[in-house]
């Protein structure tokens, strides 16, 4: 079943203790984005990748990391979280540019995280 | 400023009803107009995807229509079932690079029986 999968679906932790949420996507796709959605803003795009090892800055990036080693795996990581970073994320991919006509994105079950 | 409003923002209809969900947006240059369901808990899910030379779109019970003059989209829903309650989210594509989507706040619709 063509899916991208997030893990860990929940998570409460502490500010400044590292996490990683891990994006995995087994379609192939090159183009892999996180999104947070917080209530009343909508989703907003934190970070982007296009290909292996090609990343760039989305609308909200600050206070997170990603890496792209392989295709299909895209991570999230808050280096030093903070409780305004409690919030719901979502990983998507796609074959194309997310923008691109016809081209439809996939999102993830989300990854709702708590910092206290 | 590129933006997408919608409205309402909650909506309470009954079961087998119809109802219409609006978007209007300001964003500069058009693409692509797309609308998403998302359940509780879960990730939006594509119900639409169309270009400004598009006016009608169907998917099931679902039909979109877009009007690229005055901006406004609109999402139609037939017959309404207890499994439509979700948010649905218009989403406006501003090119087809990988960084230009922008996200309505969405309407959150519930069926009741």
């Known amino acids: 079943e063509a899916q991208v999968t997030q893990n860990p679906r929940y998570l409460i932790t502490v500010t400044g203790k590292k996490l990683t949420v891990t994006c995995s996507q087994n379609?192939?796709?090159?183009?892999m984005s996180w999104y947070r959605q917080d209530p009343g803003l909508g989703l907003r795009q934190i970070y982007y990748s296009m290909n292996v090892e090609v990343t760039d800055k989305g609308d909200v990036p600050e206070g997170y990391k990603v890496s792209r080693k392989e295709k299909r795996n895209f991570p999230l990581i808050l280096e030093s979280p903070s409780p305004n970073q409690t919030s719901l994320y979502f990983c998507?991919?796609?074959?194309?540019?997310?923008?691109?006509?016809?081209?439809?994105?996939?999102f993830g079950p989300g990854t709702r995280l708590t910092v206290l | 400023k590129n933006q997408v409003e919608q409205s309402p923002q909650s909506l309470i209809i009954l079961e087998g009803k119809n109802c219409t969900l609006q978007c209007n947006y300001t964003v500069s240059p058009f693409s692509n107009l797309r609308w998403y369901k998302q359940d509780t808990g879960r990730g939006p899910v594509s119900l639409t995807i169309m270009t400004f030379s598009e006016n009608t779109k169907s998917n099931g019970r679902y039909t979109a229509t877009l009007d690229a003059d005055t901006k406004q989209s609109s999402l139609h829903i037939t017959a309404s079932q207890l499994s439509d309650s979700a948010s649905y989210i218009c989403v406006v594509s501003a090119g087809t690079g990988a960084n230009n989507l922008f996200f309505g706040t969405g309407t959150r619709l519930t069926v009741i029986p």
């Open positions: 998507a991919s796609s074959l194309w540019p997310a923008g691109a006509t016809y081209n439809e994105q996939f």
């Open positions: 379609m192939n796709h090159e183009y």
